[in-house]
């Protein structure tokens, strides 16, 4: 009890008020994937098994068995749609690779200047995306780690555009207390990105200035968590999993989340986000067919002022 009581006021600890200013770009990277995950409030270290993990912690692939392919699509507020896609292959002794895709995507927006503030009938978009590579091995029975290389950019309509890399490294370590485990993993480390192109500044309406595109860092994220089997027999498993989210542009969060299954065919989830912008409870379920080779995921997630999310996802094992 008292390696629990340890573990639970570590995420506590990390939750200082430490007010920052919004100042990172390429935010979608920042979406969270997965209807599992979400369901569960976002507390996932220590819970996944299948290729939605390049998303959350690669220091984790070795639960992945076998080949598993993922797949996710969400339609957010305000026009922007998300869709996702990994594929994991366990290699055994060599470790497991994978790979990965996410896109966003904004509707036409219309297109304002200072002497046309109602439109100038043109329309413009927004879109961004990564993909990249995943490795993660087993350094010993009960410690392993993990990395992604990604590829990203940023195209602003027909303004500017703006393309980097980045990197995640993740960890998992088994206690050995019974199911007990834990996990880190730093999100989107890399480079500053910068637009191309120029803007203009304008004074009384007339254009006064030039200037360059200032580059900005990506919405790099540190998070600790671990999980729990409280319950676990031939016929049911409850899972209880806790987890501290440190955000380079934002105050820390704290996500707790619990999963219950039966017979490894019924899955119900809840989750609750505590010191998030709008994010607050969650909850959702999942569904394992033909011999647990596929599964089918919703989550609901409650964004207080702001629409309602509705999420699924989709996963096969081969």
């Not at 200037?211 to 671990?226: A, D, I, R, V």
């Not at 999963?259 to 119900?268: K, Q």
Request: net charge neutral; charged share 15%; hydrophobic share 40%.
């Amino acid at each position: 009890m008292k390696r629990v009581l340890l573990f639970i006021g570590i995420p506590i600890f990390l939750l200082g008020d430490f007010a920052k200013v919004g100042t990172a770009g390429a935010k979608f990277l920042g979406l969270e994937v997965g209807a599992r995950a979400n369901a569960m409030g976002g507390s996932y270290i220590g819970v996944g098994n299948d290729a939605s993990l390049v998303f959350w912690n690669p220091g984790e692939l070795i639960n992945v068995e076998g080949k598993s392919l993922f797949t996710n699509y969400i339609s957010l507020f305000a026009g922007v749609k998300h869709t996702s896609i990994a594929f994991v292959s366990n290699q055994d002794i060599k470790g497991v690779i994978g790979m990965f895709f996410s896109e966003v995507s904004v509707g036409d927006m219309v297109e304002t200047t200072v002497d046309f503030p109602d439109g100038t009938g043109k329309t413009f978009g927004y879109s961004a995306f990564t993909f990249g590579g995943s490795y993660g091995k087993a350094l010993t029975d009960k410690f392993s780690v993990g990395v992604n290389l990604k590829m990203l950019g940023e195209i602003y309509g027909s303004y500017s555009k703006t393309y980097g890399w980045g990197f995640d490294v993740g960890t998992l370590y088994y206690t050995g207390w019974k199911s007990f485990r834990f996990g880190m993993v730093i999100q989107n480390f890399g480079p500053d990105l910068k637009p191309g192109g120029n803007y203009f500044n304008y004074v009384n309406g007339e254009v006064q200035d030039t200037f360059n595109y200032s580059p900005y860092p990506l919405p790099m994220t540190f998070k600790l968590g671990g999980a729990m089997d409280v319950l676990k027999n031939e016929n049911s498993k409850l899972t209880l999993a806790v987890c501290a989210v440190h955000p380079n542009d934002n105050l820390e969060n704290l996500r707790f989340g619990a999963e219950y299954g039966f017979s490894n065919m019924l899955f119900l989830r809840a989750g609750y986000a505590i010191r998030t912008d709008e994010q607050g409870i969650s909850f959702g379920f999942g569904i394992k067919g033909l011999n647990n080779k596929l599964s089918i995921d919703y989550a609901f997630s409650d964004y207080g002022a702001l629409p309602d999310i509705h999420r699924i996802s989709a996963g096969m094992s081969f």
